[in-house]
């Protein structure tokens, strides 16, 4: 079985920075949609884009055969899921569900078994590439989950991302994902530092990007974020306060496994310092700040 836009209705649960751009490119590719969202007006683009509004999650699942979720924390997806009205209790038996969330690998885990006992298909399914990714449906997507449901729900993934990768079981989309944001939050040091570095030398940071960003230096997060960094832009694409929510998720999980992650505690302590002044709803690129430039 494959989704196609001709006969597929999918749910969007999650309509914030990344959910509402990845929600726009399914409308585009032809899908009919079912948005909810805890604040209605940050749907309000998407349903004069033509997405039916539904007033609650169980209502959303009723409707449709495919729900993703996009939401916040790892207790938003337990709320979401796992609640009295959330989509385990109304999903229709066959439903597929795909949390995109960046959540713990271990509820990730607990909700496929539960889809189990109910006839359900769940995916996790978090992704990377910002609110630039999201934007332009270059998302990278990790999953986890069955294969069967893997494959019949890759077509839905390719209208939001680009690099679309089955992991292993359940758990392991979130398990990848952690790796991804274990090396994003150290290369964020090292970006910080190094456009600190370039201006108290007297360069000009941007000119430095131009050399450095292709070579061995080079990464997203370089070339991407360092103009951002640049020019003052904090905007949030990612926020400080769900690096922080990633990290310690990450950590746990290094815990469990008896992994030592000295450059992730680091990275925590600076997000952290960065939240108790004030930035928790600026984008990750502010980390720059605590440079004094």
């Known amino acids: 079985m494959v989704l196609s836009p ?4 999918i749910g969007f649960v999650g309509t914030g920075v990344m959910g509402r751009s990845m929600a726009k490119n399914l409308l585009k590719a032809g899908y009919r949609l079912n948005v909810y969202n805890r604040t209605k007006a940050s749907a309000r683009e998407l349903v004069e884009l033509g997405a039916n509004w539904q007033d609650t999650v169980a209502e959303l699942a009723e409707a ?15 709320e979401v899921y796992l609640g009295k009205d959330g ?19 271990l509820l990730a885990k607990k909700l496929t078994e539960e889809g189990k006992k109910k006839g359900l298909l769940v995916l996790d399914a978090p992704v990377s590439g910002g609110d630039i990714g999201a934007r332009d449906a270059k998302l990278v997507i990790m999953v986890g989950g069955e294969a069967e449901a893997f494959n019949a729900v890759k077509p839905v993934f390719e209208v939001m991302g680009q690099n679309i990768i089955r992991q292993g079981p359940a758990g392991s989309g979130q398990y990848t994902k952690m790796c991804n944001q274990i090396t994003i939050a150290s290369n964020m040091i090292g970006v910080s530092e190094a456009m600190a570095y370039a201006q108290k030398a007297g360069l000009d940071p941007s000119r430095v990007l131009e050399s450095i960003g292709g070579g061995a230096a080079g990464s997203w997060s ?6 951002r960094m640049i020019a003052g832009d904090f905007a949030p694409g990612f926020y400080v306060k769900h690096i922080i929510k990633d990290i310690k998720i990450a950590l746990d999980s290094a815990q469990e496994m008896g992994l030592k992650t000295p450059g992730l505690e680091l990275a925590k302590s600076l997000y952290e310092k960065l939240a108790t002044e004030g930035e928790e709803n600026s984008g990750t690129q502010v980390l720059i700040k605590l440079y004094n430039l």
């Open 222 to 227: 370089l070339s991407n974020l360092g103009p």
């Open 87 to 105: 989509l385990l209790a109304h999903a229709k038996t066959g439903s597929y569900l795909v949390d995109m969330t960046t959540s713990s690998p």
């Open 64 to 78: 449709s055969q495919l729900v993703i979720s996009m939401v916040g924390y790892p207790k938003d997806v337990e």
């Open 6 to 9: 001709k006969d597929t209705v």
